[in-house]
């Protein structure tokens, strides 16, 4: 039996100082990047904190620790945690003493590994005899641990945790499948504010409104909290982050190209009391989701699905129309983007089962609604590629997005129609993320299907169908759907003829865009052909904006003759089209008397000038640097009012804005600003020249920033 001196236990609440050992916490954590003086921690990992007491304590059987989190914190729900040191605890928090010295008492306290994450409150009890005195020693914030083997969100190698979750900058994938571009993204997770913005955006979530205890109970499971994080990101169905908008003028906002990191977006959000940011399309979405996500400890990533279809009544077929003309028809609500922009985060699926484990699909765009909210996933990258359409969450949108079929119809009348072009290919390609460690691209399109065409892929696609209740293209009926390589799959006839346009030279903004149409006559037969050539300005979704161009021609083919029509479309009838985008769709409907029409199509992203950006001398923490950047005006006449602008976590705290007032017609500027680095290790900088004459000119260079020697 321990004999209590309860002089001491009582002088032992009046602490002189509680020492949170931040520096090495934070190192030992994995969270000294974070720009917070608070203690963050994660969760099934020990942190050590010192008491300072004012006097000699004899025993400490009596000292109970209590942790808390949310605004109700319960320990039924796991919310609050009551443990005794030396004792551990039935809710898994632990606290054992360490080599201490007089009046200072060591400690060492332990979370479980699936520990609720957010802002705790660490409580401490002393009981002396029947009177019960406490003591809040502080606050700290627990994150989820990929470093723990048993935090469900571990990842067993140490170069993606530091990609997927330290990695602070990153590439996404934009453009077309026959020319995709990189666009560097300032994630930012450890700028100052960002963790705390956040827990802000758990905080703002309708589940949290509807039941605060609830919903704070459930941020143990990174399946909850993503998805969450999903629904939270968008504003439709509450104040989030980012309000989307796809057409139309963005003069009430910023327009979503001008975009180039997450930081600028989430502290706008904040600062305006959590009134929606105007503008964002999915890149956006996808872009803040990332840095949310990896902010609170879940490895995460962006990807690209390039011939990303949206598949509004999930039949698993994507039906366009046209007209003779090759202008679009809206008969169906069913699209294909040319690019779309998801999340993947790396967790354990308890709910599925461990086959299910591993990277999770998460789409923060609000597209459909999902149990009545605009959400989607988390959806098992392994339950995509078995076909498993019937699991949690959102699978069947998913599988669609990068599986579905898509067939071209031209519409002659009310009455008459004819399918020209069907692919069973043409949906989900190159799929596409950063490779851990540099900025190349790696593509992951097999953790998404099986090779196209495959008997396992065929076999995958049928059981999907099945699942969801498909038996017939556009209807849910008893009459068996033809599958991949059936009458389905096929145009009614053959074109005799065949086509394709190609471009003359690399396309520029600014300049002339020299194209050719080449036609064949496939057979002997003699060939009248009418030609209707269409570009039209258009959205990365494929949305038309404007038509450009319109011609018509005839032409005659001999037998298994070859023919060239070779066309231009002007910088002056595109320019006022492409002030925002730079993506052109150019269409040939080919028409003969007898036999099938012919449709060609051509994707066109123009080119930006090239924009350099030199660093004139080596980084170095604290010290100042000068970077040169030099840009041209593409065009030949002049062009006024533009703005230089710079970015990057580690190396600027908030987005450097320069005017460039003048710029005479392809003239070459050059501009300097210094940067004082702030963060140590390779770091990203963005560089984008914004003009209301064109769209945005952007650069990234990357720089080794030294520490201070």
Not at 120 to 146: H, I, M
Not at 399 to 413: H, K, M, P
Not at 571 to 590: F, H, W
């Amino acid at each position: 039996m321990f004999l209590i001196n309860m002089s001491c236990v009582f002088s032992a609440l009046k602490i002189g100082k509680v020492n949170w050992q931040s520096k090495l916490n934070k190192a030992a954590h994995h969270t000294s990047d974070y720009s917070s003086t608070e203690l963050i921690l994660r969760r099934g990992q020990p942190f050590n904190i010192s008491l300072n007491l004012k006097t000699t304590a004899q025993s400490w059987d009596n000292f109970t620790f209590i942790a808390s989190t949310g605004p109700s914190p319960e320990e039924s729900q796991q919310t609050k945690a009551v443990f005794s040191l030396s004792e551990e605890g039935s809710n898994g928090w632990s606290a054992t003493q360490e080599s201490s010295e007089p009046r200072c008492l060591s400690l060492s306290i332990l979370s479980p590994a699936d520990a609720v994450v957010g802002r705790y409150k660490l409580q401490l009890q002393v009981l002396a005899g029947n009177k019960l005195s406490s003591k809040v020693l502080g606050q700290f914030v627990l994150l989820f641990n990929p470093w723990c083997p048993d935090d469900d969100v571990y990842m067993a190698n140490e170069k993606e945790r530091q990609e997927y979750v330290l990695n602070d900058s990153g590439i996404i994938f934009q453009g077309v499948e026959k020319d995709i571009q990189e666009e560097a993204w300032n994630y930012g997770q450890f700028e100052e504010d960002i963790l705390d913005i956040s827990l802000a955006v758990l905080d703002r979530s309708l589940n949290h409104r509807e039941d605060p205890a609830l919903d704070v109970s459930r941020r143990n499971s990174p399946v909850y909290v993503s998805r969450v994080i999903s629904a939270t990101v968008n504003s439709n169905d509450d104040k989030g982050v980012v309000e989307g908008k796809w057409s139309g003028r963005f003069r009430s906002g910023t327009n979503p190209l001008r975009w180039s990191g997450s930081v600028t977006i989430l502290r706008r959000w904040h600062r305006a009391r959590y009134r929606p940011v105007r503008y964002g399309q999915c890149w956006v979405f996808a872009g803040v989701t990332c840095t949310v996500l990896r902010c609170l400890g879940i490895p995460t990533r962006v990807i690209t699905n390039f011939n990303s279809a949206h598949d509004k009544n999930l039949n698993l077929s994507i039906d366009k129309y046209i007209d003779v003309s090759g202008n679009n028809l809206h008969l169906s609500e069913d699209s294909v983007w040319n690019f779309h922009v998801w999340n993947e985060s790396w967790f354990v699926r308890r709910d599925l089962g461990s086959f299910y484990d591993g990277w999770q699909v998460l789409d923060a765009t609000p597209q459909e609604r999902s149990k009545g909210i605009y959400q989607c996933g988390p959806a098992s990258t392994r339950a995509i590629k078995e076909g498993d359409v019937d699991l949690d969450y959102d699978s069947p949108f998913v599988f669609a997005a990068v599986n579905a079929d898509c067939v071209t119809w031209i519409r002659y009348s009310k009455k008459r129609k004819e399918r020209i072009y069907s692919d069973t290919r043409k949906i989900g390609k190159f799929i596409s993320t950063k490779a851990v460690g540099t900025n190349a691209r790696v593509d992951v399109t097999d953790n998404y299907k099986y090779p196209e065409g495959s008997l396992k892929e065929r076999q995958v696609y049928k059981k999907a169908l099945k699942l969801l209740g498909v038996k017939r293209p556009g209807k849910r009926s008893r009459i068996p759907r033809s599958r991949r390589g059936f009458s389905r799959a096929q145009p009614a006839q053959t074109p005799s003829i065949s086509g394709k346009l190609l471009l003359d030279a690399s396309p520029v903004v600014g300049q002339d865009i020299l194209l050719t149409l080449t036609l064949k006559n496939l057979i002997s037969d003699f060939k009248t052909i009418k030609v209707k050539l269409k570009a039209s300005a258009i959205l990365y979704t494929r949305k038309p904006k404007a038509e450009i161009l319109q011609l018509h021609r005839s032409v005659k083919l001999g037998s298994e003759e070859v023919k060239e029509i070779s066309f231009k479309i002007s910088y002056s009838q595109y320019k006022n089209s492409l002030v925002d985008d730079r993506k052109i769709l150019v269409t040939a409907v080919c028409q003969m008397k007898r036999g099938a029409s012919l449709l060609v199509e051509k994707d066109i992203v123009l080119q930006d000038p090239f924009l350099t950006i030199k660093v004139l001398g080596p980084a170095m923490v604290h010290k100042p640097v000068t970077v040169e950047v030099t840009f041209t005006n593409p065009l030949c006449e002049k062009v006024t009012d533009c703005v230089l602008r710079a970015e990057g976590s580690g190396l600027l705290k908030e987005q450097l804005r320069i005017c460039v007032e003048r710029m005479a017609p392809m003239e070459t500027s050059t501009v300097e600003f210094e940067i004082i680095p702030y963060r140590s290790g390779t770091r990203q900088l963005q560089v984008d020249l914004v003009c209301t004459h064109f769209s945005d000119i952007k650069g990234f260079v990357m720089i080794h920033v030294a520490p201070t020697q």
